[in-house]
């Protein structure tokens, strides 16, 4: 059973940075691909970002091209985010979760097509 944990939210500053962290456990074939998710108060859960753990499928939200970037660390199991140049409208819970990878050039952006899920962590940013 693949089981994810995320780390590293917090209060910041408009224009701060933050790196989000989501360790995973039981990886299998069904969750080579890692996203990240976020759902603002009222709002539904929207994609973020994905990478997988090879490193060669990537894919990020126009909202957040350019400030946020996604990594992995094989040897750790760790998948991050690291969030710059943060805006009010990025306040949200930021969740981590994991598919299966079907073809490198194409990555779910729908919650629905995700697998696993950590329990989130709260990113809120202040003016």
């Known amino acids: 059973q693949v089981q994810l944990v995320e780390s590293g939210g917090g209060l910041v500053q408009v224009g701060g940075s933050l790196r989000l962290s989501c360790a995973a456990s039981?990886?299998?074939?069904?969750?080579?691909?890692m996203g990240w998710f976020r759902q603002a108060p009222g709002k539904d859960r929207e994609f973020v970002a994905a990478?997988?753990?090879?490193?060669?499928?990537?894919s990020y939200a126009d909202s957040v091209k350019g400030r946020f970037t996604s990594s992995v660390d094989n040897a750790k199991n760790t998948v991050y985010l690291q969030m710059n140049s943060l805006k009010p409208e990025d306040t949200a819970v930021y969740y981590c979760?994991?598919?299966?990878?079907?073809?490198?050039?194409?990555?779910?952006?729908?919650?629905?097509?995700?697998?696993?899920w950590g329990q989130g962590t709260q990113v809120t940013v202040s003016s």
């Open positions: 039981g990886r299998t074939r069904d969750s080579e691909l």
């Open positions: 990478i997988s753990w090879s490193g060669r499928s990537t």
């Open positions: 979760a994991a598919t299966i990878l079907l073809n490198i050039n194409y990555v779910p952006v729908v919650p629905s097509e995700y697998n696993y």
